[in-house]
């Protein structure tokens, strides 16, 4: 069962035969709709929703997948009571200010709230296994609450970072972390064993220069700029929608970055790393069927012989 209202900005003209809708002034988008082509369910329906701005339909409906097209077309959208929220995870002195943004649209909390000092150096030591199964399971429960997690935070927060990103992996959770250094912005959806994730990603970083990420941490009171955190932020709102509509966020599997300074961009693919130790063991698992399918061709080959 799903609640649609007409989207602000969106004009519609209804005549004897056609629905028209409209949006935009040069970017345009416009759709026409033939009453005589549609089903009169379709066109009672829409009718309803031109008159009273919101209607539910149910997905046992034929039309529902019509309404639901719609949608994806940027014509339509959900009633927010419906939809699950976001969990955004911010640092400590950030919550005020993503709060006051998002409104009532997200769960906002604070990091160390979410993970505490001494989870993160449990996830990230990676050695006691029972007490990783507790605080998985601890996690789980909270997760499953919410449609799609979020973090912000900044790059100097790394053992945050790398731990957060192994609890994802975890516990089998879909994520966008995005992450500031200096007036850069870095945003990138994860879903792990179908994508790079951030240790992947740090990596791709850390190619173009000396050494690790760790040997480059020496300050630690570095702020996040007003620019910079609104350009993140304005990037997860649209994720949220983008979410609730196609069912996936468009940066999956992709890294944005900006640079503040000199507007420079750069939207590239976040692959997945050989060398990363979240995600070696997938790799691990292709490499291994990938040999014993090679050793079954070399064993139908000398039978033949």
């Known amino acids: 069962m799903k609640t649609y209202i007409i989207k602000n900005g969106t004009k519609i003209i209804s005549n004897d035969s056609e629905f028209i809708l409209k949006r935009g002034v040069i970017h345009k988008s416009e759709l026409v709709i033939n009453k005589e082509d549609s089903s009169n369910d379709f066109v009672n329906a829409f009718q309803k929703?031109?008159?009273?701005?919101?209607?539910?339909?149910?997905?046992?409906?034929?039309?529902?997948?019509?309404?639901?097209?719609?949608?994806?077309?940027?014509?339509l959208t959900f009633a927010k009571k419906e939809l699950k929220k976001p969990l955004v995870i911010v640092e400590d002195e950030l919550v005020e200010k993503v709060t006051s943004y998002f409104g009532q649209h997200s769960k906002v909390i604070s990091a160390s709230e979410f993970l505490t000092s001494k989870e993160i150096d449990m996830l990230n030591e990676d050695k006691n296994i029972l007490k990783l199964s507790i605080i998985i399971e601890q996690k789980k429960s909270i997760l499953k609450d919410f449609e799609h997690v979020y973090l912000l935070t900044r790059m100097l927060n790394l053992s945050l970072l790398r731990g957060f990103n192994k609890l994802m992996k975890l516990t089998e959770t879909v994520n966008t972390i995005a992450f500031f250094d200096n007036e850069n912005v870095f945003i990138t959806c994860i879903?792990?064993?179908?994508?790079?994730?951030?240790?992947?990603?740090?990596?791709?970083?850390?190619?173009?220069?000396?050494?690790?990420?760790?040997?480059?941490?020496?300050?630690?009171d570095m702020d996040v700029s007003s620019s910079e955190l609104l350009f993140a932020l304005s990037i997860v709102k649209k994720e949220f929608d983008n979410i609730n509509i196609y069912g996936q966020s468009s940066l999956l599997g992709n890294n944005i970055h900006f640079n503040m300074n000199n507007y420079e961009y750069s939207f590239n693919t976040n692959r997945i790393q050989s060398c990363c130790s979240n995600c070696a063991t997938f790799n691990n698992t292709l490499f291994e069927e990938q040999n014993i399918r090679s050793v079954n061709v070399l064993k139908e080959l000398m039978a033949s012989d």
């Open 191 to 220: 879903e792990h064993g179908e994508t790079g994730c951030y240790e992947c990603l740090e990596q791709q970083l850390m190619s173009h220069f000396e050494g690790f990420a760790d040997s480059y941490i020496e300050q630690r």
């Open 49 to 75: 929703l031109i008159e009273k701005k919101t209607i539910t339909i149910s997905k046992e409906y034929s039309i529902y997948d019509d309404f639901k097209t719609l949608t994806k077309f940027g014509f």
